[in-house]
């Protein structure tokens, strides 16, 4: 098996860097358990004979493991949704959603400092409390990552901290009191 890391950057630069051995794969899979933990305090290091580069983990904007396994297993269950970043075919095409009973099918663009963006289809349980589904909307700023599976495969790591804002299609219909009511000029 073989694992290829990427690594997004609030200077919108992707660094990728791929690994072969399996007894090296196996630890940087184990760490991503503790991704609640990984851009906050120490530094992300990827080293290889070759070199060496040290991320600062607040300039990490999203950060994507591909692999030909399922990794979803290393990673925590985010809000009863499920994120999966969109291939450009899906870009392309149309989008039909909504909050259907206790469905809840979403596009969800993230926009992050430095102009990286990851368009997402958000698909999961509406919760039935109000507060709760208010509460899941305006707490991502304060989540200390939110995980993501790639189109082709693997999965990922946003940086809420890097966030700028994000848009979600079609509307919410359950705002908090004190938003902001107005259409796109």
Request: proline share 6%; aromatic share 8%.
């Amino acid at each position: 098996m073989a694992i290829s890391i990427t690594v997004i950057t609030t200077a919108n630069r992707a660094r990728r860097f791929m690994q072969t051995d399996a007894a090296c794969i196996e630890p940087i899979l184990e760490s991503l358990k503790r991704s609640s933990q990984i851009f906050s305090g120490k530094p992300l290091i990827i080293a290889s004979a070759g070199h060496t580069e040290v991320f600062s983990p607040g300039s990490i904007a999203c950060l994507e493991v591909e692999a030909s396994r399922d990794l979803s297993d290393y990673l925590p269950s985010f809000l009863n949704l499920t994120l999966t970043a969109l291939s450009p075919e899906q870009l392309a095409a149309p989008f039909a959603g909504g909050a259907g009973g206790e469905q809840v099918k979403a596009r969800i663009d993230f926009f992050f400092a430095g102009g990286h963006v990851l368009y997402t289809h958000a698909e999961g349980v509406r919760e039935a409390a109000l507060a709760e589904r208010l509460m899941n909307l305006t707490s991502l700023f304060e989540r200390p990552a939110i995980n993501y599976h790639l189109a082709g495969g693997g999965i990922g790591l946003m940086n809420p901290h890097a966030l700028t804002r994000f848009v979600i299609t079609p509307g919410v219909p359950d705002l908090p009191r004190d938003a902001w009511v107005a259409d796109l000029a």
